[in-house]
């Protein structure tokens, strides 16, 4: 099966040598070809150039471009796209001037997901999710991370992640599943932590590895969550079982998760909404990738991410959704990148790197997403006709895509 696209008004994110992030300055640069036509034969990008390059070519079908943006399709490196119910109570409780305890009191937040998931069903989780996965491809998310964390019981960890599993079976994209047993303390476990992480490393992790249900590892390293030390030996017992971590870190409180991270190798940091120099200067000479998560900031009203400072610093960047059902009810990426551009004054040359090529690092899948290149996988997308690649921060609140293709087929 071939697919041809034509006429293509701007092709973006091409790279051909290898590149598995985009870092520093170099992220003000997103290569492109204008006017020009791509071809994917069945899963796989074989072809690209200029329409005046364009020989004869057959292909089963062609899909004119005209006045249209062709990219990589989005890569979600940061998802909590598993659970139960909804919390939109809480969002009225905020705005009516609730604090963060007040609403823990009254049921709320992290304990509040977990509590509504352990009572909900396997089946009825996966077509809880089911739904979000699909309405997230449909907005153009073609690789995705999804971490468990809100089961903190060994039975309901373990129901989130094959609840993930089953999606990463069942749909074209690829799904990297994140264990996240550290992401609070059950109410149980208030006074005695330590027996929590005991539970997590000696019986969940186990478990977890022994039925493949994990890429990587995650915890909430935070005042008042899963300290440093906790967090390391949470990094250090997922080493063991050969599971990289990518953490929480850096949210409200700078307490030196960052170096932690990056001595146990982390693939990612995520959050940095509270950074010091000292923590860019760690990151410094790392294979640790920063990710921020913008829409968290908006729809929390707490800081954004200095992702200039980090760029300026020469450090790569990847941006992600943070999708979840307390901080950050949407999956949208393209509202991501506009968040990023309008919020964080990231050109979209940048937010676009971090969104693709960046975010596929962040989950170790640079080598067949993320960018548009020979032999790497057809995860595409089409615009409606638009001016320039600059409309899809500017015109933030529109649907800007005609067609998503992932794996060499239209969704
Ligand atoms: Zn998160």
């Known amino acids: 099966m071939k697919t041809l696209f034509t006429n293509i008004k701007e092709l973006i994110q091409i790279r051909e040598n290898g590149e598995e992030k985009i870092s520093g300055a170099d992220m003000k640069i997103l290569p492109s070809i204008k006017n020009a036509f791509l071809l994917v034969e069945d899963e796989v ?13 057959e292909a089963d079908h062609v899909e004119d471009c005209t006045g249209k943006i062709v990219l990589p399709a989005w890569c979600d490196s940061h998802t909590h796209l598993v659970y139960a119910g909804n919390r939109e109570q809480e969002f009225v409780d905020r705005i009516n001037g609730l604090s963060y305890e007040e609403i823990a009191n009254r049921g709320g937040g992290i304990l509040n997901s977990a509590k509504k998931l352990q009572e909900t069903s396997e089946e009825d989780l996966y077509q809880q999710s089911k739904e979000r996965l699909e309405a ?16 903190l019981t ?6 989130m992640l094959r609840v993930i599993k089953r999606l990463n079976e069942e749909f074209p994209l690829p799904i990297k599943a994140t264990f996240l047993g550290a992401h609070a303390f059950p109410p149980e476990y208030k006074e ?15 478990k977890v590895a022994s039925e493949g249900l994990a890429d990587f590892v995650d915890a909430f390293c935070e005042t008042g969550y899963f300290s440093v030390a906790q967090t390391e030996g949470i990094m250090e017992a997922a080493q063991k079982y050969g599971l990289p971590s990518k953490i929480h870190v850096n949210q409200f409180t700078v307490i030196d998760g960052i170096e932690a991270c990056v001595k146990h190798n982390a693939l990612s940091v995520d959050h940095l909404e509270v950074l010091e120099d000292k923590d860019i200067e ?16 908006y729809f929390i009203s707490i800081p954004y991410t200095p992702t200039r400072k980090l760029m ?4 790569p960047l990847a941006l992600a959704t943070d999708y979840n ?3 950050t009810p949407s999956g949208n990426m393209n509202f991501v990148v506009a968040t990023a551009c309008i919020k964080m004054k990231m050109t979209p040359e940048e937010a676009i790197n971090a969104a693709t090529l960046n ?11 993320g960018s548009i290149t020979k032999g790497k996988k057809a995860n595409i997308l089409v615009t409606k006709e638009i001016p320039s690649y600059y409309y899809l921060p500017y015109a933030f609140g529109d649907h800007l895509l005609e067609k998503v293709m992932i794996h060499g087929t239209f969704i």
């Open 312 to 315: 300026d610093a020469g450090l």
């Open 325 to 327: 059902p307390g901080t």
């Open 282 to 297: 760690v990151l410094k000479n790392s294979s640790t990738m920063p990710v921020a998560l913008p829409t968290c900031s």
């Open 359 to 369: 975010g596929a690092y962040a989950m170790d899948l640079a080598k067949d997403y």
């Open 45 to 57: 990008i074989v072809d690209y150039g200029a329409m005046a390059d364009l020989g004869i070519l």
């Open 192 to 206: 005695d932590q330590e027996a929590y992480i005991d539970v997590i490393i000696n019986e969940m992790l186990p």
């Open 136 to 151: 997230v491809m449909q907005m153009g998310t073609g690789a995705i991370e999804i971490k468990s964390g809100y089961g």
């Open 154 to 159: 060994t039975e309901a960890e373990l129901k």
